[in-house]
């Protein structure tokens, strides 16, 4: 069974950083593409961050320069390291994987996101 | 950037047909994907590339996608398809992946 726990969440100051944390099992994240999804309360779905198996990483407009995406092998988890948070970034944020086939992708399993909170 | 169009809203009486759009320029030669998002709950992929179902969701959920046009129809509506819904494109010789700004449900 496949599972995606974030964990790292919570409530800063605008202008400062928090590192949420994707603890996966049933899956192995450096065989698989693996972004960071955010809702913001009231709005949609915004794709935020992905990272390829080979390591190649690309970003959101709304986040590039501020949040790295990474993850540990060893450790099967799956990082974003968020800085020069903005009160815009405050959002429920999800793990997900990806499921690749005929030259398209989809987001596969998700975790069950933690809530990130800037204040201003 | 590649923008993907949805109504805001649609509304549809229970046992009635829903029909979702979402557009694009020149979607028909895209794969399509579509999640149901509920409130406290992660997403839901309902239908993929276009108008393939997952296993688990009902047949009453299908996709289409043509032209500049793609569709979710739900039929036979019920209670529990209120939500909002997501349409996704993400071509493997892209950088990164497109929704569409959702729609929401009422089921009347």
């Known amino acids: 069974e496949v599972q995606l726990v974030e964990s790292g969440g919570g409530l800063v100051q605008q202008g400062g950083s928090l590192r949420l944390s994707c603890e996966v099992s049933g899956l192995s994240v450096s065989n698989n593409y693996m972004s960071w999804v955010r809702q913001a309360p009231g709005k949609g779905l915004e794709w935020v961050s992905v990272?390829?198996?080979?390591?190649?990483?690309y970003y959101a407009d709304s986040v590039r320069g501020r949040f790295s995406i990474s993850r540990d092998n060893s450790k099967n988890i799956l990082y974003l390291q968020m800085n020069s948070l903005r009160a815009d970034d405050t959002a429920v944020y999800y793990c997900v994987d990806h499921y690749c086939s005929r030259g398209s992708c989809h987001f596969d399993f998700w975790g069950q996101g933690t809530l990130v909170t800037v204040s201003s | 950037s590649y923008v993907l169009t949805q109504p805001p809203s649609v509304s549809v009486a229970p046992g009635k047909t829903a029909t979702i759009t979402c557009g694009g320029n020149n979607i028909g030669s895209k794969s399509v994907h579509w999640y149901q998002k509920k409130p406290g709950q992660a997403p839901l992929l309902v239908s993929y590339y276009d108008s393939d179902r997952p296993s688990g969701i009902p047949e009453r959920f299908s996709g289409s996608n043509s032209g500049n046009t793609a569709t979710l129809t739900i039929s036979r509506v019920e209670a529990g398809d209120e939500a909002d819904y997501y349409c996704?494109?993400?071509?493997?010789?892209?950088?990164?992946?497109?929704f569409g700004g959702g729609t929401k449900l009422t089921v009347l």
């Open positions: 996704q494109v993400w071509e493997i010789n892209s950088d990164y992946p497109v």
């Open positions: 990272i390829y198996t080979g390591g190649t990483t």
